[in-house]
C-alpha cells in the first residue's frame, strides 16, 4: 500500500530573502552608479573611463575571486594582498635577475602565490589555527619575504618589454582598432570563468559549499575535509600569484612595498556580491558585480573631484551596508 | 552486542551492554537521559569506540572504527541533530563524499547525482525534487533525506534516534508508514524513543537501559506502558528522605500566563510562591528550559504575561529580569555562569558590580573582598583564596560561585537549571542544603531537573512538561516517579494506549 506525500512546496521566500537578491541588489546598486554618475559628469561614460574602470578592477577582481572560495567555506585571508606583492617580486626575480624567459617567469610568480596559499591551508586545516590568525600572519611572512628579496627596491621589467604586453597590450586592439581594451581585462575575466566553472562544476566546488554549510557532517560523510581545505587555500594563493602577475605587468615593475590593503578590497567585493561570510553560500558572479562597484564608486568620486580621503569613507560605508542587507535578509529566513 | 562497556573521562556511561536486532524488525531502545541509549548505538555506528565487548554482524565478529566503516557494514545512523548542509540540494546531500564523477574525475556529474538520487527517493515513494535546497525542506523532510541517505548505502541496520521529537502527527504518520516499507524490505531498525506510547504502534521488540545497564527486552504486544515506566525508572532506593522545609509563607512572588513561543512553548501558566522550590520534570527538550530562559528574557516570546509580586513584569532582556530580581543559574554553568578565567572574587561581584564602585568609577576592591569573603564562608566554598580562578574550583564549588553571585546582586526568585549536573555526591547534598537554606530564607526557586530522585527530595511541589506543555502538576506527598514518567511521556496532553487505527495493517503490533 502506498501512501501518497504531497510534493514539496518549498517554503515561500520573499524576493528579498532569496539567494539571488544580494546579487540582485549588487548588481542594481551598479546600475544605480552608473546612471548617477554619467548624468552628474559627461566624462564618466567616455570610452577612456570605461576602459580605465575595467583595468582598475583587473587585479582586486582576480584576487577577489579566490577569496570568494576561502569566505565560502566560512574561512578568511587577509594574506592575498602581501602574497599578491610576493608573486610580482618572484616573477621580477626570475625575469629580471635571473633573466629566465618571460613563460616561466610567469609560472614561477604563480607558482609562489599557489605556495604561499598552500602552506596557509596547512596551517589551518592541520595546526589548527584559525583561518584569521593563519592568515594574519602570512601577510607579515610574504610582506618581509617580498622586501627581503627585493632589497627594498622596485624590480623593473625593461629588459623584457614583451612582459608589459601581458597585461597592457591588447588583443582586442589588434582585432578591432576602436576597442583597445587591455589585456588583463581579458585575463580577469578568463579567471572569473574559470573560478565559476570550477565552483559549480567540480568536486572542489561542492567541497567548498559543504564545509561552509557544515563542516563536521561533511567529515562524519567520509570527505576528507583537512585536504579540501588546504585545496582551497591553495586556489586562492594562486589567483593571487595571478593578481601578483598582472600587477607587475601594469607597472612594468615589482613594488614590494605595495599589496597591504588590498585583501581587503577583494574582502569587501566578495562581501558585496553576496557571499555568506558564515560560509556556505556565494557565487562568482557577485563577487565581480562587486568587484566593479568598488571601482565604479572610486572612479565616480575622483570624476566628481571628491577628495580621496572621502572616497574611502564612502567605501566603508558600502560595505557594511551591504554586510548588513545580508544580516537583514539571514534573520528573516 | 554483548557485553559492551564505555567510560568517559569521570563517567562509566555503559557496563556490560547488550542488544540484538534481527532484519525486518522494529527495536524500540528506551530509558531515562543519560541510560546510555544514545552511547551503545553510537558505538554501534562507529561514532564512539567501545572498550570491551564484541559486535556481531549476521553471526560474524567486527570491528567498527568509523562511521565510513559501520556504513560499509549495512549500518546507518539517523542522529537528532540532523546532519545534513543546509546549503546543498537533496542529491548533493545524499551523495556527498562519493559523488559520482564525468571521465575526467574532477569534474562533477550532476545528471547522475540527480538521476540515482530519484532511484532512491522512489525506492522510499518520496516525491521530492533531488535539486530541491534541504534548508528550505521542512525538518520531517529533511529526516526523510536522511534516510533516503541510509538507504543508497544499502543499509540493512538503521538507527533512529528520537526520530519524532520535531514532527507533527501527521509528519509521524509518514514516517511510521515509510519505516514500515523498510521493515518489509527486511531492514532491520532500532528506534529510540522518549515517547512510549509510540512503540506500541511502531515496535516488536522494547528493550530497557537504566542507569548504563541493560535491563530486560520485551516483546512489545506482552507488554503494559506501566511496567515498562517501572523498568526504565527502577526500584534505586536513594540514602536520604526528603528534607522539605516547612512552606507557612503563602505569598505568590512569580505568576507566568499563558506564555507561548512556537513549538517550544504553548499556554505555560504556573505560579510560584516565597519560600517554595518548585521542581519542573520533564525529558530532554521538553521545554523546561526555554521556560527559564523565557522568564529570564533570554528568549522573545510570542505570547504571554510575568507578574512577579502582583505587578506585570516587562521583561525583555536578562538585564529586565535582573532589576525584577530575578536569576537564572544555566544547566552549562562555565559557559553561561561564569567567567572562568577571572578569579573567585570577581565572579561573585559581577552582576553587582555598579554596587563597588567609588565615585570615580574605580572599583572599591576592600568592598568587594568583604563580600566574596562573606559569601565563601556561609556558603563553604572551598577555595585557596579569592584570587584563585574560577577555572581551577571543582563543579560543586563553582556552583556555589555562581549561586553567590545571584545572591550577591539581591535576587529573590532563582531558578536553578539542573543544578547539580557534573557534580559528585557529596557536593550535592551541600547543594540540596543550600537550596533547602535558600527556601527558608524566602527565596522562591525553580529548580529545573532531569533526576527524578533530585525532583522527588527536593521539590515542594512538581510541574512536569512534555513537548512544550505542562502535562501535569503533582504535589510533594502525592509525587512518584512512575506518575511523574507518565506525565512525561504524555504527548499533547493525552496518552494513548490503543494504537492509532491507520487503516494499514502494518502499523498493528504483533
Same mark, same amino acid.
Given at each position: ?45 567616455? =570610452? ?40 610580482? /617580486? ?49 601577510? #607579515? /611572512? ?13 624590480? #623593473? ?81 594562486? =589567483? ?21 590593503? #588590498? ?49 574611502? /569613507? ?20 | ?212 545497564? %541493560?535491563?530486560?527486552? $520485551? ?7 506501566? @511496567? ?9 532506593? %536513594? ?115 555598579? @554596587? ?6 574605580? $572599583? ?26 574560577? @577555572? ?28 547539580? @549536573? ?89
Amino acid at each position: 500500500m502506498e501512501l501518497q506525500i504531497a510534493p514539496t512546496i518549498p517554503a515561500r521566500r520573499s524576493l528579498f530573502r532569496s539567494d539571488a537578491a544580494q546579487r540582485l541588489l549588487a548588481f542594481a546598486a551598479l546600475i544605480v552608479l552608473f546612471i548617477v554618475f554619467s548624468v552628474a559628469s559627461p566624462n564618466f561614460l567616455q =570610452f577612456n573611463n570605461m576602459v580605465g574602470i575595467l583595468l582598475a578592477t583587473a587585479v582586486n577582481g582576480v584576487l577577489a575571486l579566490g577569496v570568494t572560495y576561502v569566505i565560502i567555506t566560512g574561512g578568511i585571508d587577509l594574506s592575498i594582498g602581501t602574497v599578491m606583492t610576493f608573486a610580482a /617580486v618572484m616573477t621580477g626575480v626570475f625575469i629580471t635577475n635571473w633573466e629566465l624567459p618571460v613563460l616561466i617567469g610567469i609560472l614561477g610568480g604563480i607558482g609562489a602565490g599557489m605556495f604561499a596559499g598552500a602552506i596557509n591551508g596547512v596551517v589551518i586545516a592541520k595546526m589548527k589555527i584559525p583561518p584569521f590568525i593563519a592568515t594574519l600572519g602570512m601577510m #607579515y /611572512v610574504a610582506k618581509g619575504l617580498a622586501l627581503i628579496i627585493s632589497q627594498l627596491k622596485p624590480i #623593473y621589467f625593461n629588459g623584457a618589454p614583451e612582459f608589459r604586453e601581458i597585461a597592457m597590450g591588447s588583443i582586442i586592439g589588434g582585432v578591432l582598432p576602436q576597442f583597445e581594451v587591455p589585456n588583463a581585462v581579458l585575463i580577469m575575466f578568463g579567471a572569473a570563468i574559470v573560478a565559476s566553472l570550477i565552483l559549480t562544476r567540480t568536486i572542489l566546488g561542492r567541497y567548498t559549499f559543504a564545509i561552509g554549510s557544515n563542516e563536521e557532517a561533511t567529515r562524519l560523510s567520509g570527505v576528507n575535509v583537512d585536504r579540501w581545505k588546504i585545496a582551497v587555500y591553495t586556489l586562492t594563493g594562486t =589567483f593571487a600569484g595571478i593578481g601578483g602577475v598582472i600587477m607587475a605587468a601594469r607597472l612594468n615593475s615589482a613594488q614590494p612595498a605595495l599589496g597591504q590593503g #588590498y585583501e581587503l578590497d577583494a574582502i569587501a567585493a566578495v562581501v558585496i556580491g553576496g557571499t555568506s561570510l558564515s560560509g556556505g553560500e556565494g557565487t562568482i558572479l557577485g563577487t565581480v558585480i562587486g568587484a566593479f562597484v568598488l571601482s565604479v564608486l572610486t572612479n565616480g568620486l575622483r570624476i566628481l573631484s571628491v577628495p580621496q580621503e572621502w572616497q574611502t /569613507v564612502v567605501t566603508g560605508a558600502i560595505v557594511i551596508l551591504a554586510v548588513y542587507l545580508d544580516i537583514l535578509r539571514r534573520r528573516q529566513s | 552486542m554483548e557485553g559492551i562497556d564505555k567510560s568517559f573521562p569521570g563517567v562509566h556511561a555503559l557496563s556490560d551492554c547488550r542488544f540484538d536486532l534481527y532484519a525486518g524488525e522494529v527495536h524500540a531502545l528506551v530509558g531515562e537521559n543519560g541510560a546510555g541509549k544514545s552511547t551503545l548505538m553510537k558505538i554501534l555506528a562507529g561514532i564512539y569506540a567501545k572498550d570491551a565487548g564484541r559486535i556481531l554482524r549476521s553471526g560474524r565478529e567486527v570491528e567498527i572504527p568509523s562511521p565510513r566503516a559501520a556504513q560499509q557494514l549495512g549500518i546507518s545512523m539517523i542522529h537528532q541533530e540532523l546532519n545534513l548542509m543546509p546549503h546543498l540540494t537533496v542529491a548533493q546531500n545524499i551523495f556527498i563524499g562519493r559523488e559520482p564523477r564525468r571521465k575526467i574525475k574532477f569534474l562533477l556529474d550532476e545528471n547522475e547525482i540527480n538521476a540515482r538520487t530519484r532511484d532512491v527517493l522512489d525506492r522510499l515513494h518520496l516525491q521530492l525534487d533531488p535539486r530541491t535546497k534541504v534548508a528550505d525542506l521542512t525538518v520531517a523532510r529533511q529526516q526523510m533525506v536522511e534516510i533516503a541517505k541510509a538507504l543508497s548505502f544499502n543499509a540493512e541496520v538503521l538507527i533512529m534516534d528520537e526520530p519524532t521529537a520535531a514532527l507533527t502527527d501527521t509528519e509521524i504518520d509518514e514516517l511510521f508508514h515509510i519505516i514500515g516499507q523498510l521493515r518489509q524490505n527486511g531492514v532491520g531498525i532500532v528506534y529510540i524513543s522518549h515517547r512510549l506510547e509510540e512503540l506500541k504502534r511502531i515496535s516488536d521488540r522494547i528493550t530497557v537501559m537504566r542507569d548504563g545497564r %541493560y535491563i530486560d527486552t $520485551v516483546a512489545t504486544a506482552d507488554v503494559q506502558i506501566e @511496567r515498562i515506566i517501572s523498568m526504565m525508572v527502577g526500584r534505586t532506593i %536513594y540514602e536520604t528522605s526528603p528534607e522539605i522545609p516547612e512552606n507557612g509563607d503563602q505569598e505568590v512572588v512569580l505568576e507566568v500566563r499563558s506564555l507561548n513561543r512556537g513549538r517550544a512553548l504553548q499556554d505555560i501558566s504556573f505560579t510560584l510562591k516565597r519560600g517554595e522550590i518548585l521542581g519542573f520534570a520533564g525529558l530532554m527538550g521538553a521545554g523546561r528550559t526555554e521556560v527559564a530562559r523565557a522568564i529570564f528574557g533570554a528568549d522573545t516570546v510570542d505570547s504571554g504575561e510575568i507578574y512577579v509580586k502582583g505587578k506585570i513584569a516587562h521583561i525583555h532582556s536578562p538585564g529586565d529580569a535582573v532589576k525584577y530580581s530575578i536569576g537564572y543559574l544555566s544547566e552549562d554553568r562555565k559557559r553561561y555562569g561564569l567567567t572562568l578565567s577571572m578569579d573567585v572574587e570577581t565572579n561573585i561581584v559581577l552582576a553587582a558590580f555598579k @554596587r563597588y564602585l567609588g565615585p570615580l568609577g574605580v $572599583v572599591n576592591s576592600s568592598k568587594t573582598r568583604v563580600t566574596a569573603d562573606q559569601y565563601v564562608d556561609s556558603l563553604s566554598i572551598k577555595t585557596p583564596s579569592l584570587q584563585q580562578k574560577a @577555572r581551577n574550583l571543582s563543579g560543586g564549588n563553582q556552583q556555589k560561585v555562581v549561586i553567590a553571585k545571584w545572591l550577591t546582586a539581591d535576587t529573590d526568585i532563582l531558578i536553578f537549571d539542573e543544578p547539580t @549536573r557534573g557534580i559528585d555526591v557529596g557536593a550535592k547534598s551541600e547543594i540540596y542544603r543550600l537550596l533547602n537554606d535558600l527556601a527558608h530564607q524566602g527565596k522562591a526557586i525553580i529548580m529545573i531537573s532531569s533526576e527524578l530522585p533530585e525532583i522527588l527530595r527536593m521539590s515542594h511541589r512538581i510541574i512536569v512538561m512534555c513537548e512544550g506543555r505542562i502535562t501535569g502538576e503533582l504535589d510533594c506527598a502525592e509525587a512518584t516517579q512512575e506518575k511523574i514518567m507518565t506525565y512525561a511521556t504524555q504527548r499533547g496532553g493525552v496518552i494513548q494506549t490503543e494504537p492509532t487505527t491507520t487503516g494499514d495493517t502494518e502499523f498493528g503490533t504483533k
